[in-house]
């Protein structure tokens, strides 16, 4: 089906060898000629990218970019736009074997659920990042939690949860994100209307048949009530998913060895908190179980923010733990793989257009090829790497 | 856990030869070698050499000035963290460098100097002065006398003031390499407070352009 939405602006794609010479010269003397750039693509939609992209970077529009991505760029990625004024991504083999997955699912079944996994630094959160930009092209609700990890550490308070005696709440964290999620999702909250009556104080209570917004600027504005509204969001939409007028739904998180695990937080008591007792990590665990229809899950593993985890593990079942592997169990796994040679030459080739690449010998050839020892293709070393050449 | 004989520093036998880590010498054909080449090759290969430090690489981003730099900055032996420092801070220059040339209109962009290790010579430069004042006796005062520096004198000093500048004049709450890419920048345009120190030496050895025939070098 791919073959039917091939760009039909033809790429002048020459040899690497010596093409590699003549492209910094012609992409230095003119303004933006995009058809000569060999790492560029015009293909801006990710629905229409196919093979014929890999190793190329598109531009996400400007205007897109603070609405689709408010949170859930890698930090490095985020500086990295600033500085060059533009957000660009290269289009991946696990971005696009996802997408393509995602295309020709049945949504009338139960939630197939797709794990993201790879080394550290290979590109996981980026292909994440990748089928958001999808998802919101197409039209669908996107629910981004950048890290759960974000979660079950590093938390200054801890309420007592309204709704169920043992449970802890997490204000500030669960606010933020609804503001997140509003930014994200702004078209579907006048849309989606509740299905059931909240009472969250003896005054306060949310009827039947509102619109979702108020629920949620009602979670912004009482930050105490947070973490229940977050759940009540959640619910609503697990329940809503399938059949009301083509609102499709889909989940993503990263960072989901976080959901189980242990944590940081401690009680009054100093006595360790388990992940179930926080509401946010209860409610986003019942959806992730595949019990809902008319979506999906796209989870990434992370190393980096995890806790108690040895920092050589990469694979699902040393992050997720056997709690965390039987309740992901069964999910699509999607290997990131590191940069090939390809994918390397496209990096450096933006790195030099940006003006990135300023040290005069890492634009020969000795350079590259010291460039490409230091890193192993990594693509975060190579990004740390070029930062300050 | 591996432990390594220190080597380097204990005292090695006249004997030894120091080594060569550029690469560039080992790639010259045969043929292209002047007999004085083809003779310290010969003495190479029969006499033992001594072991390469480890500041010292082969790689082509290998820059003298830069490591001196670096093991200026070093406390405690800690290199890995004044490295971190230095790091970051070429990174921070280049940085503001590169979003001031992507905001920047056409006619400004070719003023703009993107390459950090560029602005870092190029600040260093502004920051050498070019004459210094010594402490001489004469008649049981000491009067201080200007006097030529060397090329090492003026990088010493260069560095050592643009270090202690930002070790001492920076709010409690900013970062070295901020303060240190703040610096850079404006020493590379001629202001900021190192250049005006190099300045106020040269008026005081202008001042006391009378004591020089003190100087008996």
Same mark, same amino acid.
């Given at each position: ?389 | ?56 690489? *082969? ?121 240190? *890419? ?6 590379? *345009? ?19 352009? !009378?004591? !020089? ?5």
């Amino acid at each position: 089906a791919f073959e039917n939405r091939l760009a039909f602006r033809a790429q002048v794609r020459p040899l690497h060898g010596s093409g590699c010479g003549q492209q910094q010269e012609a992409v230095g003397m003119e303004t933006r000629p995009e058809t000569f750039s060999i790492f560029r693509t015009q293909e801006n939609n990710p629905a229409c990218q196919s093979e014929q992209h890999l190793g190329q970077y598109y531009t996400v529009p400007p205007s897109h970019f603070h609405t689709v991505f408010p949170h859930g760029l890698p930090p490095r990625y985020q500086q990295q736009v600033k500085t060059f004024n533009e957000g660009c991504v290269m289009v991946r083999q696990p971005a696009l074997e996802l997408i393509s997955h995602l295309k020709r699912a049945d949504y009338s079944k139960p939630t197939l659920r797709y794990l993201l996994y790879g080394v550290k630094g290979s590109g996981k959160t980026m292909s994440l990042c990748h089928a958001v930009h999808y998802f919101s092209k197409q039209g669908w609700l996107v629910l981004h939690i950048p890290d759960a990890h974000l979660w079950v550490k590093n938390c200054k308070e801890l309420l007592p949860s309204s709704y169920h005696a043992s449970r802890f709440d997490q204000p500030i964290q669960a606010s933020n994100w609804l503001r997140n999620f509003r930014t994200t999702n702004e078209h579907f909250l006048s849309k989606i209307k509740l299905r059931q009556r909240y009472v969250w104080t003896k005054r306060e209570s949310t009827e039947e048949g509102r619109p979702l917004g108020e629920l949620v600027d009602m979670g912004v504005s009482h930050v105490k009530s947070s973490s229940d509204v977050v759940g009540a969001v959640l619910k609503e939409l697990r329940l809503q998913a399938w059949g009301t007028e083509g609102g499709f739904r889909m989940a993503v998180a990263v960072g989901v060895n976080g959901l189980w695990g242990r944590t940081t937080l401690k009680k009054e008591e100093k006595s360790p908190v388990a992940p179930e007792e926080l509401t946010l990590v209860h409610n986003l665990r019942k959806m992730i179980n595949n019990d809902w229809c008319g979506g999906a899950v796209i989870a990434t593993l992370s190393q980096t923010g995890s806790l108690y985890a040895p920092s050589s593990a990469y694979l699902p079942q040393e992050l997720l733990g056997e709690e965390g592997f039987d309740s992901m169990d069964p999910f699509v796994p999607v290997p990131v793989s590191l940069y090939s040679e390809k994918e390397f030459e496209s990096c450096y080739l933006y790195y030099l257009d940006r003006h990135w690449l300023q040290h005069p010998h890492s634009q020969t050839e000795e350079g590259k090829k010291e460039l490409i020892f230091l890193s192993n293709r990594n693509p975060s070393v190579l990004e740390r790497l070029c930062a300050f050449l | 856990m591996i432990r390594v004989l220190l080597v380097r520093w204990s005292r090695y036998n006249p004997y030894y030869l120091e080594p060569e880590p550029r690469k560039e010498v080992y790639h010259i054909p045969e043929t292209e070698l002047t007999p004085e080449q083809k003779e310290e090759r010969e003495l190479k290969s029969v006499r033992p050499i001594k072991a390469a430090t480890n500041s010292v690489t *082969s790689s082509v981003f290998n820059d003298p000035v830069l490591s001196k730099f670096v093991n200026m900055m070093m406390k405690d032996g800690d290199k890995i963290i004044a490295k971190g420092i230095i790091t970051q801070t070429l990174e921070n220059m280049k940085r503001k460098q590169v979003e001031k040339y992507h905001k920047a209109p056409e006619v400004k962009k070719a003023e703009i100097e993107c390459n950090p290790y560029v602005i870092f010579h190029q600040a260093l430069e502004n920051c050498k002065p070019v004459i210094g004042l010594a402490s001489i006796q004469k008649g049981g005062k000491f009067y201080q006398v200007p006097i030529p520096l060397t090329d090492n004198r003026r990088r010493f000093l260069a560095m050592k003031w643009m270090i202690t500048e930002c070790r001492d004049n920076k709010h409690r709450r900013t970062l070295m390499y901020e303060k240190l *890419s703040q610096e850079l920048l404006a020493a590379f *345009s001629k202001e900021g407070n190192v250049v005006k120190r190099k300045h106020e030496l040269h008026k005081m050895a202008e001042s006391n352009r !009378a004591y !020089a025939h003190y100087r008996w070098w």
